[in-house]
């Protein structure tokens, strides 16, 4: 999924470790978008669920490798 997701930050590598919000700000301000516009696509809800909907940013959970991804078509475009 590497090549589908820009930026892809890895804790270990900007010194900031989810769920600490810090990590989000960063894949924001490397955006360049106001959170309302990014998605944030992870398998936990505390590590990454929490912290990313509390700077208001969409969170889309994957429970496994199989998990259908159309649905975050749908969260895009409003249809939750």
Same mark, same amino acid.
């Given at each position: 999924?590497? +090549? *589908? =997701?820009? #930026?892809? %930050?890895?804790?270990?590598?900007?010194? &900031?470790?989810? #769920?600490? &919000?810090?990590? =989000? @700000?960063?894949?924001?301000?490397? %955006?360049? %978008?106001?959170? @309302?516009? $990014?998605?944030? &696509? !992870?398998? *936990?809800?505390?590590?990454? !669920?929490? #912290?990313?909907?509390?700077?208001?940013? %969409? =969170?889309?959970? &994957?429970?496994? $490798?199989?998990?259908?991804?159309?649905? $975050?078509? +749908?969260l895009c475009a409003g249809e939750q």
């Amino acid at each position: 999924l590497e +090549e *589908c =997701f820009s #930026p892809l %930050l890895i804790s270990s590598e900007v010194g &900031v470790e989810k #769920p600490d &919000v810090e990590i =989000f @700000r960063k894949a924001l301000n490397l %955006l360049g %978008l106001p959170p @309302r516009d $990014v998605l944030h &696509v !992870g398998d *936990c809800e505390d590590n990454d !669920g929490t #912290p990313a909907r509390q700077l208001g940013m %969409l =969170f889309y959970k &994957v429970d496994s $490798v199989e998990t259908d991804l159309s649905g $975050v078509l +749908e969260l895009c475009a409003g249809e939750q």
